[in-house]
């Protein structure tokens, strides 16, 4: 027995069929039915529906891949977008970019000079730290081998300082477009342990490639790009609070619970007397 997905947009209409609700995508995962939330059948049919109501492609970014670099290790935790564009803006216009001999000594004096952000002065707080990751990153950046593509570039990546997994692979999609990889964040985490994709005890941060093996595995079973499978999980729990509160609630009271140690077995007053006494 199978079901049918019937989506129609502005931009075109499909079908697809695909298995019954109570079949498995993959151990631990089951199809469920399309307006069954949060089923793998119902990120499938909003999956197809975003992808038919792009007018454009998967966006790729113009910069090139030192520049790519450079931008993801300019922000990230303890440094503001807004920060982190302005130091990147100036590092870019200065040539840090651009050529592999710039030294640490000289990206540390361009990080300390104030940043302007809208109309204020501001300090970039980790400038030493960045301006240690670029002298040694950029260099490398300027050598990669031209073969290195998607997953394998990522991997590459990952060996430099300041690039996990999750950075390594955000610099990877945005640059080339690379499907190979999966972008995981806090919302995908969510979705995919309340439908049995992640482990409760998987993190992003511990776990990333263990769980990327996970998702990019029910991409492929489903047929669906993982940048759009990522996207539409992403901007619901965005555009919905409260169905990111529910997913949050939902985990936390399913929690499985410690086992209770044994009781230990009471002692016969005999015994408790000859404890007790000299």
């Known amino acids: 027995m199978t079901q049918i997905l019937a989506i129609l947009t502005r931009h075109g209409s499909l079908q697809r069929e695909i298995p019954a609700p109570d079949q498995p995508v993959m151990p631990g995962v089951r199809w469920g039915h399309a ?26 970014s113009s910069r090139t891949l030192a520049e790519e670099v450079g931008a993801w290790l300019l922000g990230g935790q303890g440094v503001t977008a807004a920060v982190a564009q302005a130091a990147f803006e100036r590092l870019r216009g200065l040539g840090a970019f651009a050529q592999a001999g710039v030294t640490e000594a000289q990206v540390l004096d361009w990080l300390s000079e104030p940043l302007t952000v809208g109309d ?39 060996a430099l300082p300041g690039l996990g997994p999750k950075s390594a692979s955000g610099i990877v999609r945005k640059w080339s477009g690379a499907t190979d990889v999966a972008l995981l964040d806090n919302y995908v985490l969510r979705v995919g342990q309340v439908m049995g994709l992640f482990g409760r005890k998987l993190t992003v941060e511990r776990h990333y490639l263990e769980m990327e093996a996970r998702f990019l595995q ?5 047929s669906v790009a993982p940048p759009d499978l990522e996207a539409v999980m992403a901007l619901e729990l965005i555009r919905s609070p409260e169905t990111a509160r529910f997913l949050a609630d939902y985990l936390k009271a399913t929690e499985p619970q410690p086992q209770a140690a044994p009781a230990r077995r009471a002692q016969a007053p005999e015994q408790l007397s000859l404890v007790f006494t000299g």
């Open 35 to 60: 307006d069954e939330f949060p089923a793998a059948a119902y990120w499938l049919q909003r999956a197809l529906t975003w992808r038919l109501e792009q007018d454009t492609p998967i966006y790729r």
């Open 120 to 158: 204020q002065q501001v300090t970039y707080r980790l400038a030493a730290q960045r301006a240690k990751y670029l002298s040694i990153t950029l260099p490398a950046i300027f050598d990669v081998p031209a073969t290195l593509q998607g997953r394998e570039l990522r991997d590459w990546l990952m």
């Open 218 to 222: 029910l991409s492929k079973v489903m």
